[in-house]
């Protein structure tokens, strides 16, 4: 069966700090990766998607970048931590699904807090 | 531009009684799958139903159904003979298939089932 891992589930920053997060999907082939970001009792956000290895997609301008080194390793970096870069960060992944819609699978997320 | 509306912050059920959770949206593209998934305090979100604009009958998943609508552009949660379980926050999703790989959150609502 899939599963997939993120970690880890919290984090305490200083600003102007980077940043690093990792997720690794298990049990399956060539999935589309994503990063969410949730702020404190919101809807989630679309940072970045990956349909590949090395093929990346950015929904939102930002302080972030995302990387996929392989091809079920997602991992989400910053080199400088700003303030708003605090929230809740998910990763999430989905397979194409013949003659229906896909979902999306979560990792348990990653609580940031930059300080 | 597309768009997941959830107009109710906060919902109260008693535990055994059925409740609806509003959702609408906002689309140009006649192909669109939405879904509903539930965030329990843990953080990690699970995938819950879905519909597709083109399927005839309203989904149904255990308990879960998708009252969908259509010509209104609703698609309401109905959760059956609630249990204190269901307590979580509760995030409808939109994916348009002109749309890529993105698949856009609602607020969210946060359901409260009493004993």
């Known amino acids: 069966s899939q599963t997939i891992h993120q970690w880890p589930a919290t984090l305490v920053q200083p600003v102007g700090s980077p940043l690093s997060l990792e997720c690794t999907v298990e049990?399956?082939?060539?999935?589309?990766l994503y990063w969410y970001r949730q702020a404190a009792g919101r809807g989630l956000q679309l940072l970045f998607y990956s349909v590949g290895i090395g093929q990346i997609s950015s929904e939102v301008p930002q302080n972030l970048s995302a990387s996929r080194p392989q091809d079920r390793q997602f991992i989400l970096s910053s080199k400088k931590l700003l303030l708003s870069d605090s929230g809740f960060y998910l990763c999430?992944?989905?397979?194409?699904?013949?003659?229906?819609?896909?979902?999306?699978?979560f990792g348990s997320g990653t609580q940031l807090s930059v300080l | 531009a597309q768009k997941i509306t959830q107009t109710q912050p906060g919902m109260f059920v008693q535990e055994k009684e059925a409740v609806t959770l509003d959702c609408t949206y906002d689309t140009s593209d006649p192909s669109y799958g939405l879904f509903w998934y539930k965030q329990p305090s843990s953080g990690e979100m699970i995938f819950l139903i879905y519909q597709g604009s083109y399927d005839q009958q309203n989904a149904t998943e255990g308990r879960y159904s998708l009252n969908f609508q259509k010509a209104r552009k609703s698609a309401n949660l109905v959760i059956s003979a609630s249990q204190l379980g269901d307590s979580a926050m509760y995030f409808c999703?939109?994916?348009?298939?002109?749309?890529?790989?993105?698949?856009?959150f609602g607020a969210g609502t946060r359901l409260f089932v009493k004993a």
């Open positions: 999430a992944w989905s397979v194409g699904q013949k003659g229906g819609w896909e979902k999306l699978f």
């Open positions: 999703a939109m994916r348009e298939g002109s749309g890529g790989f993105k698949t856009i």
């Open positions: 049990g399956t082939s060539n999935p589309n």
